[in-house]
T-cell receptor, first 109, second 114 residues
């Protein structure tokens, strides 16, 4: 089983819609979780951390389900500028973070 | 968050040559990492750059091919040795935040090997 699995997409979503991504991870010892955003031909940038209690940052909501080992990201009122690849990133105890291929999102005008 | 710069930002190299990539951070950090991202692929950890000691390499990566230096807490280099076209990739330096366990990335070095 891959360490991180995400639906690669692309998700083609009209502007203003709500879109959700899920991600599963295989290492139950993962300590911390993050969502990164990567624009085409750019480095990944931290979008938000994912806490056990869930967290919200503006239009973005992240949830963690440790029992099922999945992480979700919800984007409300999507903007054209949200078009990017979203990377789900668990971090293990030894500080190594594991990247999957990410989910590509295209927001359509 | 740390400000990270990399040099060069891109290069085109001939097969069999070597390229050294530099990573500079604007503050002292404990953990520095080197990743690569091949076209259409996810980021792959090459190694952890340890200050004052040999780097820790991930499976599939060896010191002879990717020698790494970390002379202090703000600087590291990665050398891609004896390059082949398969080494064409984006190479990214990453650091761990001082007060958080999040990672921040440099802008990357885009390498093309002919």
């Amino acid at each position: 089983r891959k360490e991180v699995e995400q639906d690669p997409g692309p998700f083609n979503v009209p502007e203003g819609a709500t879109v959700a991504f899920n991600c599963t991870y295989s290492n139950s010892a993962s300590q911390s979780f993050f969502w990164y955003r990567q624009d085409c031909r750019k480095e990944p940038k931290l979008l938000m951390s994912v806490y056990s209690s869930g967290n919200e940052d503006g239009r973005f909501t992240a949830q963690l389900n440790r029992a099922s080992q999945y992480i979700s990201l919800l984007i409300r009122d999507s903007k054209l500028s949200d078009s990017a690849t979203y990377l789900c990133v668990p971090q293990n105890r030894d500080d190594k973070i594991i990247f999957g291929k990410g989910t590509r999102l295209h927001i359509l005008p | 968050s740390a400000v990270i710069s990399q040099k060069p930002s891109r290069d085109i190299c001939q097969r069999g040559t070597s390229l050294t990539i530099q990573c500079q951070v604007d503050s002292q950090v404990t953990m520095m990492f080197w990743y690569r991202q091949q076209p259409g692929q996810s980021l792959t950890l090459i190694a952890t750059a340890n200050q004052g000691s040999e780097a820790t390499y991930e499976s599939g990566f060896v010191i002879d091919k990717f020698p790494i230096s970390r002379p202090n807490l703000t600087f590291s280099t990665l050398t891609v040795s004896n390059m082949s076209p398969e080494d064409s990739s984006i190479y990214l330096c990453s650091v761990e935040g001082v007060s958080t366990d999040t990672q921040y990335f440099g802008p990357g070095t885009r390498l093309t090997v002919l």
